[in-house]
């Protein structure tokens, strides 16, 4: 498999996400307060597996080979990248503070949550198109076969070091019984 359709893979379980965090947002703000459980289970989620494991494979791997074999950083393609993951950082931060004041009494937080998860959304939505559908396809192009299964290995370790393979089991579990829940 190549490097590229991993994180395509990686892209599609995201999107899923992002469409449950849309709707349990939704149900914390019109006053459902056992959502914020599964709020905090869904932003760890998008801290572990996506920040640290797949914007992890993307920056410490794929990135830096692309710019390596001329994809332009600063003012190119690959800054743009970079600077929208820590937009997003930025959000599941303000999310998280939020959640966090719901559960020690603030309830007015609740209403403001569903519009920083649409700005997340939005972001995260608009960044995993312009991989999949130019970045990923330029750099399908750029990866000769043995860099390619190089980098396969890399993402394997990168994988391996910051979720490991239980905790990786345990993310796509929760996303299979929060999907029941929020989205059947
Ligand atoms: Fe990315
Ligand atoms: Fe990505």
């Not at 190549?2 to 893979?9: A, R, V």
Request: proline share 3%; aromatic share 6%; hydrophobic share 40%.
């Amino acid at each position: 498999m190549q490097p590229t359709e991993i994180l395509s893979t990686e892209h599609k379980s995201i999107l899923v996400a992002l469409k449950i965090l849309e709707k349990a947002g939704k149900a914390l703000a019109s006053g459902d307060l056992a959502a914020a459980e599964d709020l905090d289970r869904l932003l760890d989620f998008f801290r572990g597996f996506v920040d640290q494991c797949h914007h992890g494979k993307e920056e410490l791997a794929l990135f830096p080979e692309l710019v390596k074999r001329g994809v332009p950083k600063e003012g190119g393609p690959i800054g743009v990248m970079l600077s929208e993951h820590e937009v997003g950082r930025g959000l599941v931060r303000k999310i998280q503070d939020l959640v966090n004041a719901v559960k020690g009494g603030e309830a007015g937080a609740a209403k403001e949550v569903p519009q920083f998860i649409g700005y997340y959304r939005g972001v995260l939505e608009a960044h995993i198109q312009k991989e999949d559908n130019v970045l990923f396809v330029r750099a399908a192009g750029l990866l000769d076969k043995t860099r390619a299964e190089e980098m396969v290995q890399e993402f394997d370790r990168i994988e391996q070091e910051h979720v490991g393979a239980g905790k990786h089991e345990a993310y796509h579990q929760m996303l299979e019984t929060l999907k029941e829940r929020y989205l059947s």
